[in-house]
């Protein structure tokens, strides 16, 4: 199996900045994308950043010029800063990546288990 541990949320007001950390573990042959979604109370679950293994990146509008996706393919680990934070980012993010066990693995999609970021005075 693949694991992936978020860490980095937490309380922030607004206007502020926090840098989520999501590692991932386990029998890995190679990850392809990773991102991050999140979900706020009562609503769906929404792309906030991708990046493939290349390196190309994608946004959702709300997090354009705010929000930077980074990863290191060394150590398995995709990274979000967050910088002027609204009340409207909060919510639960989530780590996504999509990876290979084996050589002939077909791709699969992992989850982690979720980190709550609050923004608010």
């Known amino acids: 199996q693949v694991q992936l541990v978020e860490s980095g949320g937490g309380l922030v007001q607004p206007g502020g900045s926090l840098r989520l950390s999501c590692a991932a573990s386990?029998?890995?042959?190679?990850?392809?994308?990773m991102g991050w979604y999140r979900q706020a109370p009562g609503k769906q679950r929404e792309l906030v950043a991708a990046?493939?293994?290349?390196?190309?990146?994608d946004y959702a509008d709300s997090v354009k010029g705010r929000f930077t996706i980074s990863r290191d393919n060394a150590k398995n680990t995709v990274y979000l800063q967050m910088s002027s934070l609204k009340p409207e980012d909060t919510a639960v993010y989530y780590c996504h990546a999509e990876a290979k066990r084996l050589l002939f693995s077909d791709l699969d999609d992992y989850w982690g288990q979720g980190t709550q970021v609050t923004v608010s005075s």
């Open positions: 990046i493939a293994s290349g390196g190309s990146t």
């Open positions: 386990g029998r890995i042959f190679k990850i392809n994308a």
